[in-house]
């Protein structure tokens, strides 16, 4: 079993920068795939940057040029490094792994709030 530890969530002010990282115990192979995605109450869990194994890279389009997303896919670790926060970014953000043929694993969620 995959268990993913999320870490660097916190309070920080509109235009401050947040790291946010992950780790994964269990896994037997490298990732396919890591990244961070984010919840607001009462709406859908959406993606906010992922990475693969090749070290290729997608972000949502919110987050383009403010957030960077870097892994190690021989460690199973992601780290986001997020830049000129925004209120808007306010919610909880999960990590999520892809290992093998279909395996996929959820942390437990890290709050980011920005205040304005």
């Known amino acids: 079993q995959v268990q993913l530890v999320e870490s660097g969530g916190g309070l920080v002010q509109a235009g401050g920068s947040l790291r946010l990282s992950c780790a994964a115990s269990g896994a037997i192979s490298s990732f396919n795939t890591m990244g961070w995605y984010r919840q607001a109450p009462g709406k859908q869990r959406e993606l906010v940057a992922t990475?693969?194994?090749?070290?290729?890279?997608n972000y949502a389009d919110s987050v383009k040029g403010r957030f960077i997303i870097s892994g190690d896919s021989a460690k199973n670790t992601v780290v986001l490094q997020m830049n000129s926060l925004k209120p808007e970014d306010t919610v909880v953000y999960y990590c999520?792994?892809?290992w093998g043929l279909g395996y996929e694993y959820w942390g437990q969620g890290t709050q980011v709030t920005v205040s304005s």
């Open positions: 990475i693969t194994r090749a070290g290729g890279t």
């Open positions: 999520h792994g892809h």
